[in-house]
C-alpha cells in the first residue's frame, strides 16, 4: 500500500508560480510511474504530466508544456511539479498518483494510488 500526500498548492496571480510537493509512504517506491492529473469544478479529472522511475521518461500534456516540470526524488520518495507562468484556466484541485507499473499512462482509472490532493487557484 502506498500512501501519498500533496502540498504546495495555493493562490497565485497569473503569470506567477507554484510548486507542488508528493511524498509517499507506506513503501519505498522502486519502479513506480508517477502522474499528476488535476480536476476543475464540472469537469473530467485530467492528465497533466508523467515521470517513470528513473525520469529517463517525460511527458506533459499539451496545454502545460513549456510551463511545467515534473520531477522525483527517489532517495525522498517524493515527485514534484513545477508550476511557471500560471493561467486562470490552470484552476483546478491537482492530484498526484503512482501506478503500479513502470510506464506512464495518461488514463487516470489505470493509476492504483492517489494522493488526496491540493488546490490551485490562479487570479486574473
Known amino acids: 500500500q502506498v500512501l501519498l500526500v500533496e502540498s504546495g498548492g495555493g493562490l497565485v496571480q497569473a503569470g506567477g508560480s507554484l510548486r507542488l510537493s508528493c511524498a509517499a509512504s507506506g513503501r519505498t517506491l522502486s519502479r513506480e510511474a508517477m502522474g499528476w492529473f488535476r480536476q476543475a469544478p464540472g469537469k473530467e479529472r485530467e492528465f497533466v504530466a508523467g515521470?517513470?522511475?528513473?525520469?529517463?521518461?517525460?511527458y506533459y500534456a499539451d496545454s502545460v508544456k513549456g510551463r511545467f516540470t515534473i520531477s522525483r526524488v527517489n532517495a525522498k520518495n517524493t515527485g514534484y511539479l513545477q508550476m511557471n507562468s500560471l493561467k486562470p484556466e490552470d484552476t483546478a484541485a491537482y492530484y498526484c498518483?503512482?501506478?503500479?507499473?513502470?510506464?506512464?499512462?495518461?488514463?487516470?482509472?489505470?493509476?492504483?494510488?492517489w494522493g488526496q490532493g491540493t488546490q490551485v487557484t490562479v487570479s486574473s
Open positions: 515521470i517513470t522511475w528513473s525520469a529517463n521518461t517525460i
Open positions: 498518483a503512482v501506478r503500479n507499473g513502470a510506464v506512464i499512462v495518461v488514463r487516470p482509472g489505470d493509476y492504483d494510488y
